[in-house]
């Protein structure tokens, strides 16, 4: 029993923790920078205000987590963001497809917890920061609400992932509130003060049919008259949740300190428009509906930017320009939204892409006066317009790697994140992510402790791709039909595909390619063939008469004719993807972007994939075999396609495909890194949309590894994720490793990306 006497005051208990860096904020960008860091040996302090980690995809909020695959609905092949976020989200497709934002929540936590470097903090809000010196922190203050425990978090590094830059703000270091001109940074896409200069908040509400009638009484804070939202005609009884992100209000006050305010009036809102959809008569169908959950904290898109050495602009994400300091990649368009939220005339978002992913320099991820302070999320070093684009979850949590990779370079030398920016130091970073699965556009992977660089390659087999056969499938043209195939510097081979028609007709096919590195937008018309088409079945010879200055993917587009019927085939292979120019509207996607001429924004059409069981290949004939799929793929420091696939795939007769690496003398092995294709192009979506598969297609789900001796020392059945790392025991002493695997389907060969081996 506990008896307090009177007395004048008290205060919390309290307890310092010593780590190597200390990371506010428990969304994605800080739980990847948490999680990398620790799995590199460093000990990290993870402070989080909030009961659940996950930021705007948690149960509190439920958006779904997005990035450069933006709903596969650009032209961005292949480019989910790798490393511990691709981690999450192939671990979540596997336990939750159907998108269950508290499953979700249970995959991050269990990244973290998993760490033991990690001391979790949930509840917690940093109110305070010390400072050593005018530039630099060090240790700052935290309050936990539920056990009323004060914490004193001392580190020399500090990374801010909090959102709204909490601990940027009490530290002194500069940021900006709101949207530039166009002349400070020459960005045609600035808003006028009439759009609005910050995006707002959004909370969102999930309905559920109990299978009797439920009756609904408005509380008294409900929006009375549902006429004072523009586009309430859009309010039907089947969406709900993020779907409803144009839920949006707050552009116009102080997105940090009038946030509850904000709230209320999207409660408001919310309540308002479902006594609408109960009770208006106007929605019978929605008489068996309650409303099952309603945010309780708005989803914020943005406050502060602080500012780095150097700020993302426009022309850095239109331009694809490169950064000798690239550590990160973004992809999302570029998306603003009208300052008045869902109370606008205007439509939601004004959104537009760009022709493929873009580089962020390592110079955006730390504050430009707070020497010891890191940046990661939407606070990083951009203009209010590159904002647009990349404020998004993935991108922010690909951000917050590259922090926690930096992070522990800065213990291991002993240096301040500032010393990464340039020179050996740089170089090193970038080496140490790639290794760990962090994609860098226009960088390739050259670690120099990997023994698999040093070994000689050998397989059972290689693909040589000279057929993809016809499987019974005919599709009309309608949408148009591309298909990418990885060709070879030289002539361009001849094709054969068949079609069918009811009646004669003509068509046209065009071959390809992309102006640009790093982008698959088809803007280069290299020819294009107009074929006679009879009744019955053709068969169509393609040759395009034509040659390539270096190896790359070529499109051969099918224009759209709904009297034309083309083979397909139920083959799938690694890097080979047919693509489709159809409109998704949920991205602004409408078959081709055709910007106003003042904004700094290109033209060009859209080719997209489908999502499966959708988007079979298209069956063709090739005249010379493409030979793009060799084990030397295995060692070429990339890990997914670029300009060529970038993976030893085996050819479909090899009954046990295998690859193997020797050296002339005994190696001691202690660890191996193997990299598989889990589909960078799928974008899966973390909550609401529902998957039909939750292993990848193209994922080697069992293998075998051997040594010299053919004895087995390591075996996995039921693999789904991207990387794995097996780690030794006892190492192994061996002249070679054996790696068998299994075909993933009688449909999909076996592929592999990438094998690090490494002595220590």
């Known amino acids: 029993m506990i008896i307090a006497e009177e007395t004048s005051s008290r205060t919390f208990k309290n307890e310092e923790i010593i780590s190597d860096l200390v990371v506010v904020g428990g969304g ?26 996950g930021g705007n ?73 010390e400072k050593s010196s005018s530039d630099m922190i060090s240790s700052a203050k935290a309050f936990c609400s539920q056990n009323s425990m004060e914490y004193v978090l001392k580190a020399p590094l500090f990374c801010d992932a909090s959102g709204d830059g909490v601990l940027g703000f009490l530290s002194g270091a500069a940021f900006r509130m709101g949207a530039e001109s166009r002349e400070e940074f020459g960005e045609k896409f600035a808003p006028t003060k009439e759009y609005g200069e910050l995006l707002g908040h959004s909370l969102y509400f999930y309905s559920k049919d109990v299978g009797k009638p439920v009756n609904f009484v408005a509380p008294s804070y409900a929006l009375k008259d549902i006429t004072k939202i523009p586009k309430y005609r859009k309010f039907n009884s089947r969406e709900y949740g993020c779907n409803l992100w144009w839920i949006e209000y707050g552009g116009r006050l102080d997105t940090v300190h009038e946030t509850e305010t904000i709230k209320w009036e999207l409660w408001s809102v919310i309540y308002g428009v479902w006594n609408h959809i ?13 409303l099952e959950w309603v945010g309780m904290i708005p989803g914020k898109r943005e406050s502060r930017r602080f500012i780095g050495d150097y700020m993302l602009t426009q022309s850095d994400i239109v331009e694809q320009r490169t950064h000798t300091d690239a550590v990160a990649f973004g992809g999302w368009s570029i998306d603003l939204h009208p300052a008045d939220g869902v109370f606008s005339e205007k439509p939601g978002c004004n959104q537009w892409h760009g022709k493929g992913i873009y580089q962020i320099p390592y110079r955006s991820y730390y504050s430009k006066n707070i020497k010891n302070l890191f940046l990661a999320g939407r606070i990083i070093s951009v203009t209010h317009v590159a904002f647009g684009s990349s404020r998004v979850m993935a991108t922010s949590a690909y951000g917050g790697q590259a922090v926690g990779m930096a992070a ?43 023994i698999a660089r040093n070994a000689t390659l050998s397989a059972s087999s290689e693909l040589h791709l000279s057929e993809l056969p016809e499987g019974g499938l005919l599709k009309t043209l309608d949408p148009a039909v591309g298909q990418m195939l990885p060709l070879s510097q030289g002539r361009v081979p001849q094709f054969t595909v068949h079609l069918q028609s009811e009646k004669t007709t003509t068509l046209d096919v065009e071959l390809r390619i992309c102006s640009r590195p790093d982008s698959y937008t088809p803007d280069v018309m290299l020819k294009t063939i107009q074929l006679p088409i009879t009744p019955g079945r053709n068969c169509i010879k393609l040759d395009f008469e034509t040659n390539l200055s270096s190896s790359q993917y070529a499109f051969i587009l099918f224009r759209k004719n709904p009297d034309v019927k083309l083979h397909f085939t139920s083959k799938r292979i690694t890097g080979v993807l047919s693509v489709y120019n159809q409109v998704n509207e949920a991205v602004s996607n409408y078959g081709r972007q055709e910007p106003p001429e003042d904004i700094g924004i290109d033209a060009f059409e859209f080719w997209c994939p489908q999502r499966r069981p959708a988007g079979e290949n298209v069956a063709i004939k090739i005249g010379a075999p493409l030979s793009s799929f060799g084990v030397q793929n295995l060692v070429n420091g990339l890990a997914r396609p670029t300009n060529q696939p970038n993976a030893w795939v085996a050819g479909f007769a090899d009954k046990h495909p295998s690859v193997k690496l020797t050296w002339s003398e005994a190696k001691t092995i202690k660890s191996i890194v193997l990299k598989f294709d889990t589909d960078l192009d799928h974008p899966m979506e973390t909550v609401l949309m529902g998957h039909p598969e939750n292993v990848m297609p193209f994922c080697v789900r069992n293998y075998t590894v051997r040594d010299d001796k053919n004895n087995v020392v390591h075996e996995c059945k039921g693999n789904y994720q991207t990387i ?16 068998e695997v299994e075909h993933p389907s009688d449909k ?13």
């Open 28 to 53: 994605l960008s800080g739980a990847c920078c948490a999680i990398t860091a620790a799995r590199q040996g460093i000990r990290v302090t993870l402070v989080q205000d909030r009961p659940v980690l």
């Open 57 to 129: 995809s948690s149960s509190e909020v439920r958006l779904w987590v997005l990035g450069a695959t933006s709903h596969m609905g650009n032209n961005n092949r292949w480019a989910r963001e790798g490393g511990v976020i691709d981690e999450i989200l192939v671990e979540n497709m596997y336990r939750n497809p159907e998108g269950n934002a508290v499953i979700f929540d249970t995959v991050v936590l269990d990244k973290v917890v998993s760490e033991p470097n990690i001391r979790l903090l949930l509840n917690t809000a940093v109110i305070e920061v």
């Open 278 to 290: 109960k009770n208006s008569g106007q929605f019978p169908e929605a008489k068996n509906l309650t």
């Open 408 to 450: 522990v370079l800065c213990r291991e030398l002993n240096v301040l994140p500032a010393a990464f920016s340039s020179g050996k130091n740089l170089h090193r970073l970038q080496q140490k992510l790639m290794a760990t699965g962090q994609h860098i556009p226009a960088f390739t992977l050259a670690d120099e402790g990997d």
């Open 724 to 739: 794995n790392t097996i780690r030794f025991g006892k190492a192994v002493q061996t002249k070679s490793i054996t790696l």
């Open 748 to 760: 999909v060969p076996a592929a592999i990306f990438e094998i690090l081996c490494y002595e220590k």
